[in-house]
Each structure stands twice: as C-alpha cells, then as structure tokens.
C-alpha cells in the first residue's frame, strides 16, 4: 500500500505532515515528503488518500488476558478481594478453551478496531489463544499463567512440560507474529524455588518473562514481610529474575531503589493505568521512573478490570493520571505516552523491528480519521491525537503490511459469529456459578 | 419519534431493555415495557428500531467555555501559569466576535456528535454565542464573563448594563433554550463588593451565578491569606452567593466545612476531573461530597484543557479517578456518574424538567450503537455504558424533540463550515500573538 500525501507520526514521535509512506512485502519500503516515481510506486499496490488522515505505528498493548473478556461488566464496583475471590474466580473456574478461543477472537475483533496490532497476553489455555490470533492475522506474545505453591521445583509442575510443548510447536510461528514467553504470576502465587528454576530456563532459551509485580499495597507490604524486607522487584532481582528481559505489569507501588533496579537491569514495565485506577489500586509513578531511565510500556490489563482494549483511551488515562499524581501539567509528553504505547510495547515483546514508523520496520499501521470536529484546529496534530482524538477515529489497522481491520470490516474475523458465541458462553457461565 | 424495542437508562439510573419510548411536541410522551397502540403510535412519527441501540439522556455539561475551541492543541504541557499568562490570554484578547461566534458553531458540533444537548457556558462575546446555540438548536445557560479588579460597586462596571440588556433580549429566548446566568469568575478576580452585588441581583432576578471556586491550591490558599483565612466557598457564602443557586466549577481543594456549607446551600458543584489532572490541579473530593449530600455535576472545562468535548470520556475518567485517588474501587458508581453528567446538570441549569427519561421530561436524548465489539457480552449495559463503551457510539442525538445529529450528519450545522472557519481563525490568531 502507498499511503499518499498523508501526516505520520516519525520514528521520533514528532507529527509530520505531507509525506508518502509505501509497504511491500509486510515492512515499510518507503517514507518520504514526496511521492515516490511511477516505477516504485507500482511496487506498493494501492493508493491510500491521506487527505485528513493520521498515519500512526499500531498500539503494541504490553499487558492484556485476552479470555477475560468474557467478564466484562461482570460483579463491579467491589471491594478487590470480593471481586477477586467471590466473583472472579468462581468465573474463570468455568471457562473452557472453546470459551476462551471465541473470547479471544472477539479481543482480536476489539484491538484492531482500535489500532492494537499485538499484545502479551498472560493466561491459561494457550493453545486456543494461539490458534484465534493466528487465524486473526495479529501477533502475541503468549504465556501460559503460572500457579505454584507447592515445595518442589519448577521441572515438577505439570505445566513445565506444556511450556516446552508450546514453545517448541509456536515460539516464532504464524511468520514470527506468535511469540512464546514465560510466565510467573506473582510472587505471592509462586515459590522463590519455582521463580530461579523459570529465570535459569528462560536464560538457557533467550526467553521473555511476563509477571505481575507490586500491583496493589498489602502486595507489596506482605510480600516484604514474607521475605526479610524484600520488596517484590528485590525479591525477584534476587532470583535471577532480572537476567532475562522482563515485562514487570504494574508496578504501582515500586519505590525509588525498585526503580533503580528496573532501570539497571533493563525490565520493561506494563503499566495499566485504567486498570490501577478503576480496582482502586493506585497510580504507579511512571513520571518518575520515565526521568530514571526506565523503559515503560503500556497495557490495557484484563477487560474485567479496564473495560474495554483501547489503547488510545489508555494512554490519555496515563497522560492525565500522571499530571493529576503529581501535581504536574508536564508530566508524561504526548511523545512519551506515545512511545510507550508503540514502541516500548513493541521492545518489551522482542520485536526490534516493529512499533515504530521507520525504513524497513514491520508495517504495522494504523489510519486514524483526523475530519471530526475534535481534530479542529489541526495546529498541533500531536496533541489532538493524545488529548483530543479517539480510539475510534482509527478507519484501518494493518499488521505486516495485511490490512485486517477497515472502516468497519475485519478482514479476518466473523464479528457477528464471535459476538453471538461469547453471548451465549458468558450468559452459561453466569448460570453456573 | 417512537423508539421501539429498545434499552433504556430509566429515571432511576438503570438499564431497561425492551422499552418502548415516544416524544411527541418536545416531550417524552409515552414510557412502556409495550408497544403503544397504533392510533399511540401514530403521534409519535418516526418508529426507531431499538435493536442493540441504548436509549439515554442528553448529556448537560455543567462547565465550559466555548470559544476556547480555538486554543485545542495549542501550547500545550506547560506549567500552569506560563500556559495561562504567556499563551493563554494574549491569544484571547485577540479573539474577535466572530471568531467567538465560529468556535462556538463548532463547539456545538462536536457537543452533539457525543451526545451532548445542553452547556453551562462562561465566556465573553455572549451575543455570539447565543446566535450560535440558537441556530444550532441546543441548550445553554450563558454567563459574560466578569472580571473586576477596582473599588466601586458593580453598577459602575460596564458589564453590568450588558448582562441586563442580555437577560432581557435572551434569558428565556429560543423557546426556553437559552438562560442567562451571572458571572463571578473567581475569588481572585473579584471584590467583595461586587460579589455581593452580583448575588443581591441574582437573588432579585431569580437568576444562577456560575463561580470558579478552589481550582488550584494556590488560589484556595491565597485567598485564606486576603480573607482572614476563609476559604473562596466561606468567602463566597459569608457575602450571600449562596444564597441563589450557584454552579461552583470545580472545587478541587474543598475541605470538610465547604463541602458541608455547599451541601447545606443545595449549591451545586460542577466536576472537571479532566481538566484538573491536565493542568496538574489535583483530584475534587467527589466522593466524599456525593456522601455528605452535594449535588455534583460533570463538565468538560474549555478544549484547551480538555481537549474534547465528549461527556462520555469526562464522565469514565470520574469515576475512575475518584477510584484510583481514594483507593477504592466502590467509590462513585456507573449510575452515579452518568447522573452527575445528565439530571443534576440539568437541574444546575433550573432545567427542572429535563435530564432524565421520565414522562413529561423534555426529549433531551442520545441513542448510542451497543452493536461494536466493546459491548459484547451485554451482561450488564450500564457497566458497559460507563466503562466500556465511547462517545463516538453516539448515533442520534435529539433536543426539545428535535434530531440534531445522526449517523454522522448534523442536521443544522455545516461542520465543514466550521472547521475551515476555525482553522482559519485560529491560524491568523496564532500568526499575530
């Protein structure tokens, strides 16, 4: 595709205007701020008009459990441990992987309505997970939730043989777009014997880690308590934890050694500040550790607690909560919130080639339509795309240069189909438990 | 109009489905879990097929300023004082009356293309906004904007002779539309005298004052500091202001004896969460004051703070702030939220008669598409209303009756008008500051 005389968001987060953007073969082959020759430009295939158009990287969603959608606006607006315990729990118990496979379908059918071209989806059933975003066209980094209370080591557990069967049958398949990680929930739902044994495995294989670190404060607190005043990024750093890449979700109530360590050592950090503010959690100090150096990405955590997958709404909610915590209208540029929702997204994932709009980067794109009464004036695109703009102006998500999503079409997804099917498995659901 | 089949937000802030809803002369005419008969349905006009639609009330934003859809986007992410004394207003005194008159055209697009039927609006060039609403067939509540810095009564300032040639030629004007309200911009911007004045005359008229009230910390401290340490809301209320009806924007720094006055004064409190985490404000004790009793509405602020003029994100980011700011997820329900952006604005307004679907109300309404792929499963559309769903599920938004928006068209308004007249606008302004 050749996206003509079209605005763009360049590879250092700055808008530019009247620029040509040409794909071949699922990486961008061509930007400029004029029109390629007729030679190459036949190269590209389509002419896309830019007239009041937006080109932007696609939303690299860092944390997200995809099946989750089947609770939303499920037992809301409860204490966190009702919710969890009496409400959650008893749900997820009945979720099967058919439910989980059409769940996950309509998530797909979800993100790229709103310009989210891949996700690190940390949940149980991953063979179903797989095999509706393979069919999707999108790209995930899958892993398989850990549970593990017991004293024995990890090589012990069921799911390290099912860890091995997934990364060997889909670590890098579907052309690369589907990337296995492993995963520990939290360390109040592991052992320190378990966590060493997955850093050492993930070491030996080059693999990601996913896991959930001081979301909430009686986590962080007991998990301090329990281990001699470790907090939870100490205790895992302690761990061997930090020696792999890590996509640390949450962070809300890291302090300033915790982040030091973050920075140190490289992890990535999830934030999910929908989800952080709506369960009451709190608002991670992203300001602060975006000045320290730590690479900060951006997710939309579970439906049940977001509610929707609209990374745009996402990063507004991260642009504005972090001047409302600190006091501090320049707190988290347009630029940053940005980057973190794209291209930080897109490293923690291990994709160095994608979330960004640069010569030879994956082409992973999204359209936004910049025409509505919102956009106006259109002096500083940047701004209206952070503060003004929605996710429902996007009009067309691609991902490897496939367009799967367009002005109200999936190419690849039965909406209809996957909205009738998570219909009926919620309201089942809800009748059983 | 007859709405056939379809789901409701009742008067009780609840989700009906399979409602039948028509309006007849302006008015809700006719509620009823039944089809009318058809010599009913006849009255009604126009049968609207409810199928996966959401019937609701027209969102009233309690706090806005037009006009200042010029400054979107413009000179953004700075501290507050430089933004406002370096940028802000030197583009404002260049504002002439028909760049006012345009922005405000174009104000109303965008309030209508997300629901929206009626604004408490402070602002200057008050004849061309009320030309514009006129036209547009929306509701406002106008002030003039009163700034008065010197040591004589109100009746010396010239406005005082403009607000009464105002409210003679427009309170009331556009069959009840358009209601003129008095202005008090702030604690800091006015004297004793003339705040006392401004309520004597309200109290005569029977007309609103529309106050900020404690946006920032500085402003709520300074003035404890000039008035024997009251606070703006001791102050106001110890000169009679209180004693009308009052619209209090924002009341971010509020402590427990203002808000105590305010519930006592049936004031009302108009919220811009938005606004307040933008600029760096901080967090209204929203919760605490819907406990103790105070009427709290929802506004957007000015675009420039904003930056949209979607209710429907407002009104997600209340809910979700007061949440994430008092750690606690029970903190301002969905029905709670969507009251505050829908009757108790209204009833700011002394719109008795408008703000709910209740019969005899005036048919202030807004269907919204539950058909994407953010309100599946519909287990529960009011979650799903407010945490889930987007302003741009807008598909007809009516006032007093009357389709003023649907399915992408306006039906009073030429948008593309308006935007090139804004842009253009805008652009010379920004040239000459």
Known sequence: MLFSDIAILDENFEVQTGCWVGTVEGRIAYIGTEAPTPEEAARFGEVYDGDEKLLVPGMFNAHSHA??????????????????????????????????????????????RYGTVSFSDMYYHSRERVRAVTECGMKMNACEGLLAFEDKPYAEYPISALNEE???????????????????????????????????????????????????????????????????????????????????????????????????????VASNPVSNMKLGSGFAPIARMLERGVSVALGTDGVASNNNL???????????????????????SP????????????????RADCGHIALGAKADLAVLDASGPSWCPATDLLNNLVYAGHGSDVCLTMVDGEVLYRDGVWETIDVERAKAEVEVRTRRIIASV
Chains 1, 2 share one sequence.
């Open 310 to 332: 609209d990374m745009y709404q996402d990063l507004f909610v991260l642009a504005l909560a972090q001047k409302g915590a600190n006091l501090d209208p320049t707190a988290v």
């Open 67 to 112: 099946p989750m959608t089947l609770l939303r606006g499920y037992a809301e607006n409860l204490p966190l441990q009702t919710w969890l315990n009496d409400r959650v729990f008893p749900f997820e118990a009945k979720i099967t992987d058919e439910d989980a496979y059409w769940a996950t379908v309509l998530a797909c059918a979800e993100m790229l």
């Open 335 to 350: 630029a940053g919130a940005l980057r973190a929702a794209t291209r930080t997204g897109a490293l923690s994932q291990g």
């Open 166 to 268: 997934l990364i060997a049958e889909f670590h890098g398949s579907a052309e690369g777009r589907i990337l296995i990680d492993y995963n520990i929930h939290a360390e109040y739902t592991s052992t320190p014997a378990v966590c060493a044994d997955i850093a050492a495995l993930a070491k030996a294989k080059s693999l990601n880690i996913h896991v959930h670190v001081s979301e909430t404060k009686s986590e962080h607190e007991e998990c301090k308590g329990r281990h001699g005043g470790l907090t939870p990024v100490r205790y895992f750093d302690s761990l061997g934890v930090f020696d792999v890449p890590v996509t640390a979700a949450h962070c809300v109530w890291v302090d300033d050694g915790d982040i030091d360590i973050l920075a140190e050592r490289g992890a990535f």
